[in-house]
């Protein structure tokens, strides 16, 4: 969002508005409110109204763009735990993950206790991924993986087939 952008097309239009209408009408009204009376151009009032609307316009915007903000971190911090789910199941390790958004909690939980076996390579993945599918792949050609390196020494537990 442009909301400075936004303020300043509207200060622009009103502006405009207000000089617009006071050539046409260059006179004043008076309005009295609880006994003080306030005496304002017409062309004051008629913009009186559009600031208002631009302030709760404003307001609006900027609930909503919080609202959208803390809902793209939920997404974000679930898609790292997706991201952690399938890393321990490519590692024939499932481990329980937390989820926030009830969509992704429906079919992620199933990475809880899956296993996941990659036939092939894949591409564009993430690194935490990649390195999980390369373990997996020297294992698979029969080559000696040191766990201790990779820091799985202690996580994997004894009954796991890698």
């Not at 009204?29 to 709760?56: C, D, E, K, R």
């Not at 997404?75 to 399938?86: G, I, M, T, V, Y």
Request: hydrophobic content about 45%.
């Amino acid at each position: 969002m442009r909301l400075g952008l936004y303020i300043l097309a509207s200060i622009i239009l009103m502006v405009a508005v207000g000089i617009f209408v006071y050539t046409i009408n260059p006179s004043d009204f008076s309005y009295n409110l609880m006994g003080i009376q306030i005496l304002l151009p017409i062309a004051v009032w008629i913009t009186i109204p559009m600031f208002i609307l631009m302030v709760a316009s404003l307001v609006h915007m900027m609930f909503y763009g919080t609202k959208n903000f803390f809902k793209f971190r939920k997404w974000e911090s679930d898609s790292d735990s997706l991201n952690n789910a399938l890393y321990w199941s490519i590692l024939n390790e499932p481990k329980p993950q937390r989820f926030n958004l009830p969509k992704l909690k429906e079919t992620a939980n199933i990475l809880q206790v899956s296993n996941i076996k990659v036939k092939g390579t894949v591409d564009g993945v993430s690194e935490k991924l990649q390195s999980a599918l390369n373990i997996i792949n020297e294992i698979d050609k029969g080559e000696c993986v040191d766990f201790k390196d990779k820091k799985l020494a202690h996580i994997l537990s004894k009954n796991n087939p890698l």
